[in-house]
C-alpha cells in the first residue's frame, strides 16, 4: 500500500506517466513509415528466380519501441482499443496488396505470430512450404509489420532472417532482449512467461468479475476497488526514475498478472477498473466507466468517471484510494452513508467546477471534488481535463455530480401485526411468515412498520412459550442471559441501521399485565396518540432506514 503521508507522488514523476507513450508513438511512427521501401510485386522482374539460396538473408526494418507495441498489444487484448483506435494500423490491410505467392507466406506466418505474442510457441523458428522470390519474402514481411505492429511487440525488427529452399521457406523472427529466454537481444527463444502474461491476465480478470456476479452494483464496483488495490501498490521505483521505459508500471496486464512484483503507476489502475467494468452486466443497466487522463493538482494523471444508477457521474482514482482505506478498520464508507473519500483516496466522489458550486458550465476548468458527504468541509483535491477528454467526451459525460454518490442500499420491509386475542404486536421481515399470519383470522395485518437495512447491528428475537410472546433487542448480553429465563432464542429477527436513519421507539403499557405490554413503532404521530392511552415513550430500541 502507499504510505499514508502521500497525496500525491511528487511533481517530476506524474509526467513520465504520459511523456513515456508520447515517445514511444514516435518510435512506431518512424516504423510505419519505413515501409513505404518495401519492393512491390509488380516490380519483380519476370523469368526463373533464383529460389534455393540455402544461406540467411535478412530484412532489415526501422527499429522501433517494443514495450510501446507490447502496450498496444495488451490494450487490444484487453479490449481497450475501442477508446483509443490503434493510431498506426492500416485502414486497409497491407495483405491485399500481396501476390498469392506472398500472401501464402503472410497467412502461414500471421497465426504463429499471434501465437507467439500468446505465450503459446517459445521458439520463433517456422518453416513454410512455400518457394518464393527474396523480394516476395520481403514483401510478405512489410506487410506482416504492417498490419500486426502489436502482435509483434516481442520481435526485434531490427534485422528479420529468412532461408530459402527449392520447397520450402525458413522464417527466423528473431526476439527482442525485453522478451527472450535469456534477456539478450536477436535469439530465436522467447521467454512464455512474459509473452504468456497477458492471457492468463486476461483469465485472472474474470475470475474476479465472476466472484462478484451476484453482487449489486456499487457492490461489484467496491469489490473490483479492493482487488485492485490488493493486488498492486503504486510502483515508486518507476514514478521516480525518469529513465524507466514505458512498460509494465503503465500497464493493466501488471494488475492481473498474478506477481506481487509487478506494481503499477495511475494509467495501469485506471485501465484495470475501466476493463472490469467494461466486461461487468450491471443489475441497473446503467453504469458506465470513462477513462479520463489530464492533472491531478497540477500534475499530469489518470483516473475514472464512472455514470452510476442514479444517472450522475462520479469520479474513481484508484491510485489515490489505494493508500490508508483498506488497513484502517475505522474506514467504512456504509457506515457513512456514501460511498466517500477514503483514507487520501477520492472513490465515486462529485465535485463542481472553480467556478463555484453550481457552475457546470461547458469548460474543462479544474474540479474540486469533495471529502464528506454534505460537501461543506471545503474541496478535497482538483482534477482537470485534457484537451483530448474534452474533445472525445460530450459535456454531460464528463461533468460530475455536485455530491457524492449515496450508497442505494437495499430497504427491506418489517412488517407489523396485532393480535386482538393476546393484545400482542409482532415483527417480520420473512415473507412466508407474513404471508401465514395474514391469513390466520387471529392476527391482524396493520401494514409495514419500519425499513430495516439487509446488514448492520442485529435485533435478536425471542419467544416465551409461558406467556405466549416475543421479545426483541440488540442487547447481545441480554441475548445471552435470556436463554436461561425461559426464553427461545429465534434468531436474528431483522437489522438495525448503521446510517441511524429513522428511530423506532419502545413503549410499555403497564396496564396489561399479561401480555402485550410492548409496542415498537417509528411513527411519532402514533406516539402522540396513545400515550394518552397508558403508554410510556422508553426511547430508541433500534433504527430503520429513511
Request: proline share 4%.
Amino acid at each position: 500500500m502507499i504510505p499514508a503521508a502521500r497525496l500525491v507522488p511528487p511533481s517530476s514523476g506524474m509526467i513520465i506517466c504520459f511523456m513515456k507513450r508520447f515517445v514511444s508513438l514516435f518510435f512506431i511512427f518512424a516504423l510505419i513509415l519505413a515501409l513505404g521501401s518495401a519492393v512491390r510485386a509488380e516490380e519483380l522482374t519476370d523469368g526463373p528466380a533464383a529460389y534455393a539460396v540455402e544461406e540467411e538473408e535478412f530484412v532489415f526494418l526501422a527499429e522501433d519501441d517494443a514495450l510501446a507495441l507490447f502496450a498496444g498489444y495488451v490494450e487490444r487484448e484487453f479490449g481497450l482499443s475501442a477508446q483509443r483506435p490503434m493510431l498506426f494500423k492500416a485502414a486497409v490491410p497491407r495483405r491485399t496488396r500481396l501476390t498469392e505467392n506472398e500472401k501464402a507466406i503472410y497467412d502461414g506466418a500471421a497465426d504463429f505470430i499471434r501465437r507467439v505474442a500468446a505465450g503459446e510457441i517459445s521458439f520463433t523458428e517456422l518453416t513454410l512450404p512455400v518457394t518464393a522470390a527474396s523480394a516476395e519474402v520481403t514483401n510478405a514481411i512489410y506487410a506482416l509489420v504492417y498490419d500486426m505492429p502489436y502482435d509483434l511487440y516481442w520481435m526485434d525488427k531490427t534485422k528479420v532472417g529468412f532461408v530459402r529452399r527449392t520447397d520450402s521457406l525458413t522464417l527466423r523472427l528473431r526476439v527482442s532482449a525485453d522478451y527472450s529466454a535469456d534477456g539478450t537481444q536477436g535469439t530465436l527463444y522467447a521467454d512464455t512467461a512474459k509473452t504468456g502474461a497477458v492471457k492468463n491476465a486476461v483469465a485472472n480478470a474474470q475470475q474476479i468479475i465472476d466472484r462478484y456476479s451476484g453482487a449489486s452494483d456499487y457492490e461489484k464496483l467496491k469489490g473490483y476497488r479492493d482487488e485492485i488495490c490488493r493486488l498492486v501498490s503504486y510502483d515508486y521505483e518507476a514514478f521516480l526514475n525518469a529513465d524507466t521505459p514505458y512498460g509494465d508500471p503503465w500497464q493493466i496486464v501488471s494488475v492481473f498478472d498474478g506477481n506481487p512484483a509487478t506494481n503499477v503507476v495511475c494509467e495501469g489502475y485506471a485501465k484495470a477498473f475501466k476493463y472490469l467494468c467494461d466486461n461487468t452486466e450491471f443489475e441497473s443497466g446503467q453504469v458506465e466507466c470513462r477513462l479520463m487522463d489530464g492533472k491531478e493538482g497540477g500534475l499530469a494523471h489518470m483516473w475514472n468517471v464512472v455514470r452510476m444508477d442514479d444517472g450522475e457521474n462520479y469520479l474513481v482514482d484508484l491510485t489515490r484510494f489505494d493508500d490508508v482505506s483498506l488497513d484502517d478498520p475505522s474506514y467504512d464508507p456504509e457506515e457513512a452513508g456514501y460511498a466517500g473519500y477514503g483514507g487520501s483516496g477520492a472513490f465515486l466522489v462529485g465535485g463542481s467546477y472553480l467556478g463555484g458550486p453550481g457552475d457546470r458550465q461547458y469548460t474543462s476548468n479544474p474540479y474540486w471534488i469533495y471529502g464528506d458527504p454534505d460537501n461543506t468541509a471545503g474541496h478535497a483535491g482538483t482534477y482537470q481535463y485534457s484537451t483530448n477528454v474534452v474533445n472525445i467526451y460530450g459535456y454531460e459525460e464528463r461533468t460530475l455530480s455536485l455530491k457524492n454518490y449515496v450508497v442505494q442500499r437495499e430497504k427491506i420491509p418489517v412488517y407489523r401485526f396485532y393480535s386482538p386475542y393476546t393484545r400482542e404486536h409482532f415483527y417480520t421481515r420473512d415473507e412466508r411468515e407474513k404471508n401465514a399470519l395474514a391469513a390466520n383470522s387471529r392476527w391482524n395485518f396493520e401494514g409495514v412498520g419500519w425499513y430495516s437495512p439487509a446488514s448492520g447491528t442485529p435485533v435478536y428475537r425471542f419467544y416465551s412459550p409461558r406467556i405466549n410472546t416475543h421479545l426483541f433487542t440488540t442487547d447481545i448480553g441480554v441475548k445471552d442471559s435470556s436463554v436461561f429465563g425461559g426464553w427461545i432464542y429465534e434468531g436474528i429477527g431483522w437489522y438495525s441501521d448503521p446510517a441511524q436513519g429513522q428511530k423506532v421507539y419502545v413503549l410499555y403499557n403497564s396496564s396489561w399485565p399479561e401480555a402485550g405490554t410492548t409496542l415498537y413503532t417509528a411513527d411519532t404521530y402514533e406516539i402522540s396518540v396513545i400515550i394518552h392511552r397508558g403508554w410510556v415513550e422508553d426511547g430508541t430500541a433500534w433504527y430503520g432506514m429513511k
